[in-house]
């Protein structure tokens, strides 16, 4: 059975502090995103990447930036929290392209004080 | 670039009614078409996907979708819902044959579906 996991279900940092979100999937795909997800705006894309060390930007990349060392694993990273990144963050991977089923985590819920 | 709009923020309905959530989207090239459900403090997992030919598509747990190229719709139907549909839906898009997006989804904003006793 695929699967996707995130370091943590909920997470509570201060204003200012460096957060790390960790994604890790068991299925040899090529492709990682972060999305966030909040109340009646649907999921945003962050960033992505399509293979070892290489990535680019989603939709809504400020304020973030990522990781991403070995294949199985993804790193999203909040430089310098602040309250307007408290969120839901959803770790997802596919095999290849835009046909392929993308496979998500069960989410981060993330709260900056 | 795509864009994803669910018409419908939050639909109620009773127990063994049929169901219809509303999508459409917009885009300048070719686009494969997804609905996902996220039951509640779950991951999203995916219903159905329109890549190509029969326009009507069936997914898990009886729903199913028909996708109207000239309306740019994707909506999605069951004929008669469970409690254990209660959920949000999620309709996306991601760039079709020939697309370089990687797999990139551009998501609409969510249905939640209530079903009640």
């Known amino acids: 059975d695929v699967k996707v996991t995130q370091s943590s279900r909920y997470l509570v940092k201060r204003t200012g502090e460096k957060v790390f979100l960790e994604c890790v999937q068991d299925?040899?795909?090529?492709?990682m995103f972060w999305y966030r997800q909040d109340p009646g705006l649907g999921l945003r894309l962050i960033y992505f990447?399509?293979?070892?060390?290489?990535?680019e930007k989603g939709d809504i990349p400020e304020g973030y930036s990522v990781s991403r060392e070995k294949k199985e694993r993804f790193s999203l990273i909040l430089e310098s929290a602040s309250t307007n990144q408290t969120s839901m963050y959803l770790c997802a991977s596919t095999a290849y392209g835009g046909a392929d089923t993308q496979y998500f985590g069960p989410g981060t819920r993330l709260t900056v004080l | 670039a795509q864009s994803v709009t669910q018409l419908d923020s939050q639909v109620p309905v009773f127990e063994e009614a049929p169901v219809e959530l509303r999508c459409n989207y917009s885009s300048s090239v070719s686009v494969y078409l997804f609905w996902y459900v996220q039951y509640p403090n779950q991951g999203l997992q995916l219903l159905l996907k329109?890549?190509?030919?029969?326009?009507l598509v069936k997914g898990i747990n009886g729903f199913e979708a028909e996708f109207n190229k000239s309306q740019t719709s994707f909506h999605l139907r069951k004929p008669s819902v469970h409690i254990s549909d209660t959920a949000e839906y999620f309709c996306a898009v991601s760039e079709g044959a020939g697309g370089t997006s990687y797999g990139k989804l551009t998501f609409g904003q969510g249905t939640i579906l209530t079903v009640h006793p």
């Open positions: 990447s399509y293979d070892v060390k290489m990535k």
């Open positions: 329109y890549l190509s030919g029969s326009t």
């Open positions: 299925m040899d795909h090529e492709n």
